[in-house]
Protein backbone atom coordinates (compact mmCIF):
# COMPACT_ATOMS: atom_id res chain seq x y z
CA UNK A 1 0.00 0.00 0.00
CA UNK A 2 2.65 2.71 0.75
CA UNK A 3 4.38 1.79 -2.96
CA UNK A 4 0.90 2.01 -4.67
CA UNK A 5 0.76 5.09 -1.97
CA UNK A 6 4.04 6.54 -3.36
CA UNK A 7 3.63 5.56 -7.04
CA UNK A 8 0.18 7.32 -7.36
CA UNK A 9 2.02 10.80 -5.80
CA UNK A 10 4.77 10.78 -8.13
CA UNK A 11 2.31 10.24 -11.18
CA UNK A 12 0.57 13.07 -10.10
CA UNK A 13 3.63 15.00 -9.94
CA UNK A 14 3.80 14.59 -13.55
CA UNK A 15 6.11 12.02 -13.51
CA UNK A 16 6.18 8.84 -15.37
CA UNK A 17 6.53 5.94 -13.11
CA UNK A 18 7.17 2.65 -15.49
CA UNK A 19 7.52 -0.74 -13.42
CA UNK A 20 8.34 -4.33 -14.15
CA UNK A 21 5.14 -6.61 -15.05
CA UNK A 22 7.26 -9.34 -13.11
CA UNK A 23 8.94 -12.76 -14.65
CA UNK A 24 5.71 -15.01 -13.12
CA UNK A 25 5.27 -16.68 -16.55
CA UNK A 26 2.39 -17.36 -19.14
CA UNK A 27 -0.62 -17.37 -15.76
CA UNK A 28 -3.29 -15.31 -15.79
CA UNK A 29 -3.53 -12.42 -13.14
CA UNK A 30 -0.27 -12.88 -12.04
CA UNK A 31 1.49 -9.59 -12.45
CA UNK A 32 3.51 -7.39 -10.51
CA UNK A 33 2.84 -4.49 -8.28
CA UNK A 34 2.80 -1.34 -8.65
CA UNK A 35 3.26 -1.92 -11.93
CA UNK A 36 -0.82 -2.96 -12.10
CA UNK A 37 -1.35 0.82 -10.80
CA UNK A 38 -3.48 2.87 -12.81
CA UNK A 39 -1.36 5.03 -14.75
CA UNK A 40 1.81 2.93 -14.22
CA UNK A 41 3.44 1.68 -17.33
CA UNK A 42 4.13 -2.14 -16.83
CA UNK A 43 6.41 -3.92 -19.24
CA UNK A 44 6.49 -7.31 -20.26
CA UNK A 45 9.85 -9.27 -21.89
CA UNK A 46 10.25 -9.66 -25.45
CA UNK A 47 13.28 -11.54 -26.80
CA UNK A 48 16.36 -9.57 -27.75
CA UNK A 49 16.74 -8.71 -31.82
CA UNK A 50 19.24 -11.96 -32.06
CA UNK A 51 17.66 -14.52 -30.32
CA UNK A 52 16.20 -17.48 -32.74
CA UNK A 53 14.75 -20.50 -31.78
CA UNK A 54 15.57 -23.90 -33.17
CA UNK A 55 12.01 -25.57 -34.85
CA UNK A 56 11.96 -29.37 -35.57
CA UNK A 57 11.22 -29.59 -39.39
CA UNK A 58 9.60 -32.59 -40.61
CA UNK A 59 10.19 -34.01 -43.80
CA UNK A 60 8.17 -36.59 -44.17
CA UNK A 61 4.98 -37.56 -44.24
CA UNK A 62 3.60 -35.27 -45.70
CA UNK A 63 0.28 -35.90 -43.50
CA UNK A 64 2.68 -33.96 -40.62
CA UNK A 65 5.42 -32.64 -43.00
CA UNK A 66 6.35 -28.59 -41.91
CA UNK A 67 8.50 -26.58 -39.38
CA UNK A 68 7.27 -26.56 -36.11
CA UNK A 69 7.86 -23.56 -34.08
CA UNK A 70 7.31 -23.62 -30.06
CA UNK A 71 10.76 -26.12 -29.19
CA UNK A 72 12.75 -25.80 -26.63
CA UNK A 73 16.21 -27.13 -25.83
CA UNK A 74 18.40 -28.27 -23.16
CA UNK A 75 21.77 -26.86 -22.35
CA UNK A 76 23.62 -30.24 -21.64
CA UNK A 77 22.76 -31.88 -24.57
CA UNK A 78 22.75 -28.91 -27.21
CA UNK A 79 22.17 -28.75 -31.04
CA UNK A 80 25.19 -28.51 -32.02
CA UNK A 81 25.20 -30.36 -35.45
CA UNK A 82 22.33 -30.98 -37.96
CA UNK A 83 21.04 -34.21 -37.72
CA UNK A 84 18.54 -35.78 -40.61
CA UNK A 85 17.21 -39.22 -40.47
CA UNK A 86 13.63 -41.54 -39.67
CA UNK A 87 12.41 -41.53 -36.20
CA UNK A 88 11.86 -44.66 -33.80
CA UNK A 89 9.55 -44.56 -31.25
CA UNK A 90 11.19 -45.18 -28.02
CA UNK A 91 8.99 -44.68 -25.01
CA UNK A 92 9.71 -43.49 -21.78
CA UNK A 93 13.11 -44.97 -21.76
CA UNK A 94 13.26 -45.13 -17.67
CA UNK A 95 14.50 -48.22 -17.53
CA UNK A 96 17.97 -50.08 -18.61
CA UNK A 97 17.29 -52.13 -21.81
CA UNK A 98 13.83 -50.23 -22.32
CA UNK A 99 15.01 -48.38 -25.52
CA UNK A 100 15.00 -50.23 -28.74
CA UNK A 101 17.71 -51.38 -30.60
CA UNK A 102 16.16 -49.57 -34.01
CA UNK A 103 17.41 -46.30 -32.65
CA UNK A 104 20.92 -47.00 -33.57
CA UNK A 105 21.81 -43.88 -36.17
CA UNK A 106 18.34 -42.76 -36.14
CA UNK A 107 16.34 -39.85 -34.00
CA UNK A 108 14.41 -41.58 -30.84
CA UNK A 109 11.40 -39.88 -29.94
CA UNK A 110 10.95 -40.20 -26.04
CA UNK A 111 7.70 -39.55 -23.73
CA UNK A 112 8.65 -37.42 -20.62
CA UNK A 113 7.58 -38.85 -17.64
CA UNK A 114 7.92 -41.18 -14.92
CA UNK A 115 12.22 -40.28 -14.83
CA UNK A 116 14.91 -37.49 -15.17
CA UNK A 117 14.82 -36.21 -18.37
CA UNK A 118 18.64 -36.53 -18.89
CA UNK A 119 19.18 -40.16 -17.86
CA UNK A 120 16.18 -40.76 -20.81
CA UNK A 121 18.33 -39.02 -23.29
CA UNK A 122 21.48 -40.65 -21.96
CA UNK A 123 19.97 -44.00 -22.36
CA UNK A 124 18.74 -43.13 -25.84
CA UNK A 125 22.38 -42.12 -27.04
CA UNK A 126 23.89 -45.08 -25.61
CA UNK A 127 21.42 -47.26 -27.84
CA UNK A 128 23.34 -45.19 -30.62
CA UNK A 129 20.37 -42.31 -31.55
CA UNK A 130 21.96 -40.01 -33.34
CA UNK A 131 19.29 -37.12 -31.61
CA UNK A 132 16.30 -37.13 -29.28
CA UNK A 133 12.95 -35.70 -29.62
CA UNK A 134 11.43 -34.80 -25.96
CA UNK A 135 7.38 -35.34 -26.57
CA UNK A 136 5.91 -33.03 -23.33
CA UNK A 137 3.68 -34.46 -21.61
CA UNK A 138 1.09 -31.48 -20.64
CA UNK A 139 -0.49 -29.08 -23.07
CA UNK A 140 1.40 -25.71 -23.13
CA UNK A 141 4.53 -24.46 -24.67
CA UNK A 142 7.75 -27.15 -25.03
CA UNK A 143 9.84 -26.65 -21.62
CA UNK A 144 13.25 -26.91 -20.83
CA UNK A 145 14.78 -29.45 -18.14
CA UNK A 146 17.72 -29.39 -15.98
CA UNK A 147 19.93 -31.69 -15.79
CA UNK A 148 18.99 -34.81 -13.69
CA UNK A 149 22.18 -37.32 -14.02
CA UNK A 150 23.53 -39.60 -17.07
CA UNK A 151 26.90 -38.82 -18.98
CA UNK A 152 26.49 -39.66 -22.65
CA UNK A 153 24.04 -37.12 -24.73
CA UNK A 154 23.49 -36.33 -28.42
CA UNK A 155 21.44 -33.32 -29.80
CA UNK A 156 18.09 -33.23 -27.96
CA UNK A 157 14.85 -31.03 -28.95
CA UNK A 158 11.88 -30.81 -26.66
CA UNK A 159 8.42 -30.85 -28.52
CA UNK A 160 4.95 -29.93 -27.64
CA UNK A 161 2.56 -32.55 -26.35
CA UNK A 162 0.32 -32.10 -29.35
CA UNK A 163 3.54 -32.40 -32.00
CA UNK A 164 4.67 -35.31 -30.27
CA UNK A 165 1.32 -36.93 -30.43
CA UNK A 166 0.74 -36.52 -34.23
CA UNK A 167 4.59 -37.86 -34.70
CA UNK A 168 3.85 -41.08 -33.16
CA UNK A 169 0.75 -41.56 -34.77
CA UNK A 170 1.93 -40.91 -38.20
CA UNK A 171 5.38 -43.33 -37.49
CA UNK A 172 2.58 -46.10 -36.59
CA UNK A 173 1.91 -46.35 -40.67
CA UNK A 174 4.59 -44.60 -42.16
CA UNK A 175 8.28 -43.26 -42.06
CA UNK A 176 8.98 -40.37 -40.40
CA UNK A 177 11.65 -38.26 -40.86
CA UNK A 178 13.28 -35.01 -39.76
CA UNK A 179 16.04 -32.64 -39.62
CA UNK A 180 16.88 -30.81 -36.25
CA UNK A 181 19.64 -28.09 -37.54
CA UNK A 182 21.36 -25.05 -35.37
CA UNK A 183 21.51 -23.69 -39.09
CA UNK A 184 17.59 -22.99 -39.11
CA UNK A 185 16.40 -20.36 -36.64
CA UNK A 186 13.32 -19.22 -36.37
CA UNK A 187 13.25 -15.67 -35.45
CA UNK A 188 12.40 -14.81 -31.90
CA UNK A 189 11.91 -10.82 -32.53
CA UNK A 190 8.98 -9.24 -30.47
CA UNK A 191 8.15 -12.46 -29.45
CA UNK A 192 7.10 -12.75 -25.78
CA UNK A 193 9.55 -14.13 -22.88
CA UNK A 194 8.69 -17.59 -21.69
CA UNK A 195 9.28 -16.27 -17.99
CA UNK A 196 7.41 -13.27 -18.52
CA UNK A 197 3.98 -12.10 -16.87
CA UNK A 198 1.09 -11.79 -19.49
CA UNK A 199 -1.81 -10.51 -16.92
CA UNK A 200 -4.31 -8.73 -16.81
CA UNK A 201 -4.12 -7.52 -13.21
CA UNK A 202 -6.10 -9.16 -10.31
CA UNK A 203 -7.43 -5.96 -8.54
CA UNK A 204 -9.10 -4.43 -11.70
CA UNK A 205 -9.16 -7.03 -14.79
CA UNK A 206 -7.39 -4.21 -16.29
CA UNK A 207 -4.86 -5.09 -19.40
CA UNK A 208 -1.07 -5.09 -17.34
CA UNK A 209 1.58 -4.76 -19.14
CA UNK A 210 0.90 -2.76 -21.68
CA UNK A 211 4.16 -2.85 -23.39
CA UNK A 212 7.16 -4.70 -24.01
CA UNK A 213 10.60 -4.86 -24.23
CA UNK A 214 13.87 -6.87 -25.15
CA UNK A 215 15.08 -7.86 -21.60
CA UNK A 216 18.47 -9.77 -21.93
CA UNK A 217 21.18 -7.71 -22.03
CA UNK A 218 24.23 -5.60 -20.27
CA UNK A 219 24.01 -3.26 -18.33
CA UNK A 220 26.28 -0.51 -16.39
CA UNK A 221 27.83 -2.55 -13.12
CA UNK A 222 27.92 -0.39 -10.45
CA UNK A 223 30.87 0.51 -8.59
CA UNK A 224 33.19 -0.80 -11.32
CA UNK A 225 33.53 2.76 -13.10
CA UNK A 226 33.27 0.61 -16.59
CA UNK A 227 32.16 -2.31 -16.22
CA UNK A 228 28.97 -4.51 -17.49
CA UNK A 229 27.03 -7.43 -16.14
CA UNK A 230 24.36 -9.29 -17.86
CA UNK A 231 20.79 -8.28 -16.91
CA UNK A 232 17.40 -9.94 -17.58
CA UNK A 233 13.66 -10.39 -16.83
CA UNK A 234 10.97 -7.49 -16.59
CA UNK A 235 13.75 -5.81 -14.90
CA UNK A 236 15.85 -5.65 -17.64
CA UNK A 237 13.09 -4.80 -19.71
CA UNK A 238 11.69 -1.57 -17.78
CA UNK A 239 14.73 0.90 -17.95
CA UNK A 240 14.57 0.24 -21.85
CA UNK A 241 11.00 1.93 -22.22
CA UNK A 242 12.25 3.92 -18.62
CA UNK A 243 14.70 5.12 -20.89
CA UNK A 244 12.38 6.06 -24.38
CA UNK A 245 10.06 7.47 -22.17
CA UNK A 246 12.54 9.77 -20.89
CA UNK A 247 13.72 10.85 -24.41
CA UNK A 248 9.84 11.12 -25.69
CA UNK A 249 9.37 13.55 -22.39
CA UNK A 250 12.69 15.52 -23.46
CA UNK A 251 11.53 15.72 -27.40
CA UNK A 252 7.95 16.70 -26.09
CA UNK A 253 7.76 18.00 -22.41
CA UNK A 254 4.13 19.62 -22.92
Given amino acids: SERGACVAMCRNLGVVVVASAGNGGNKPFVTGSPAMGAGVISVAQTSVPSAGAIPLVVNAPASVAGTYANTNTVD??????????DVVVAGLACTEGSVPAAVAGKVALVDRGSCNISEKVDRAAR???????????AAGDAPTFSYG?????????????????ALKAAAASATVNVTISPDVLISLVGSMAS???RGPDVSRSSIKPEIGAPGA???????????????GGTSGAAPMVAGAAALLRQAHPT
Fill in 76 to 85: WAPIDRTVTN
Fill in 127 to 137: AGAAAVILANN
Fill in 149 to 165: GGTVFVPTIVVQNTLGA
Fill in 195 to 197: TSS
Fill in 217 to 231: SLSAEVGTGTGETAF
